[in-house]
């Protein structure tokens, strides 16, 4: 398990969730991991001290990234710890359950600034570091299965993932001169807290509608992540595919569940 031995990887969002479960998956293949987080700074210095505990070096990056400035900060934090960076994950997201016609300019602009805005200036101060070091770097974003079928009470969200998934097409051709790919993998229904939050029943409610009849962990995308950050997926970029049970064959979707993540996020 060398497949990223001695490579720096800097994911957003990691203190929780599939962040947190790719943040441990690349270690255990060898990579240095700085860790990213907006809220949640002791889980954070959890996954450090795992990392740690797995003979990698973990480095803890606190930054909005609605801000651009805070993830210039980010970034330079990181460039004064590694002299070189092989891989960003653009991990980091809010859902935004609302209502369609319960939907806020401010709330749009919070999940389209965290989702969207955030993974283009990640992607290009990452873009930049890597074409400096003259690292054939790569970017993995995470998108969502919500981005390719309606899912209701999710505009803002799934509209912010669309756009990265076509993003992805384009960043692949600006950053392809300089050996760096750029790919998305999507996740469908997954065991992650703020899932199990929004529905308890969520395991019930959406594995009944997955092909594979069942919902996903978070470690089950850590084989997706270390594919496209290593030299097994070296000729490939501008892909964007599905990690989701088979999910978007069929697209059925448990309404009741939709209705009580809107009501419980209002």
């Given amino acids: 398990m060398t497949r990223l031995l001695d490579?720096?990887?800097l994911i957003t969002g990691a203190s929780r969730g599939i962040g947190r479960a790719l943040a441990l998956g690349c270690a255990r293949e060898g990579a240095d991991i700085i860790i990213n987080y907006f809220q949640g700074r002791d889980e954070a210095r959890d996954v450090a001290r795992e990392v740690t505990a797995l003979g990698r070096r973990a480095l803890i990056l606190p930054a909005d990234l609605r801000r651009t400035a805070q993830i210039d900060r980010m970034f330079r934090r990181a460039?004064?710890?590694f002299p070189k960076l092989d891989v960003l994950i653009n991990n980091a997201g809010l859902t935004g359950w609302t209502e369609f016609f319960d939907t806020t300019e401010e709330k749009w602009d919070t999940v389209l600034d965290?989702?969207?805005k955030g993974t283009f200036f990640c992607t290009l101060a990452a873009a930049r570091w890597m074409r400096e070091t003259k690292t054939p770097?790569?970017?993995i974003n995470i998108s969502t299965v919500c981005a390719a079928l309606g899912v209701k009470n999710l505009v803002a969200y799934a509209t912010s993932k669309a756009a990265i998934n076509g993003m992805t097409k384009q960043l692949a051709v600006e950053l392809a001169p300089y050996g760096i790919r750029v790919n998305?993998?999507?996740p469908g229904p997954i065991n992650v807290e703020r899932n199990l939050k929004d529905d308890p029943d969520y395991r019930n409610a959406w594995g009944g509608v997955v092909p594979l009849g069942r919902t996903g962990e978070p470690e089950e995308m850590v084989g997706p992540a270390v594919f496209l950050?290593?030299?097994?997926?070296s000729y490939v970029t501008g892909q964007v595919f599905y990690a989701d049970g088979g999910w978007?064959?069929?697209g059925k979707?448990?309404?009741a569940n939709m209705a009580r993540a809107a009501r419980r996020n209002r």
């Fill in 253 to 255: 979707i448990p309404l």
């Fill in 229 to 233: 950050a290593s030299p097994d997926s």
């Fill in 114 to 116: 965290t989702n969207l």
């Fill in 7 to 9: 490579k720096t990887v």
């Fill in 184 to 186: 998305t993998f999507a």
């Fill in 79 to 81: 460039r004064e710890a």
């Fill in 248 to 250: 978007t064959v069929q």
């Fill in 137 to 139: 770097g790569a970017v």
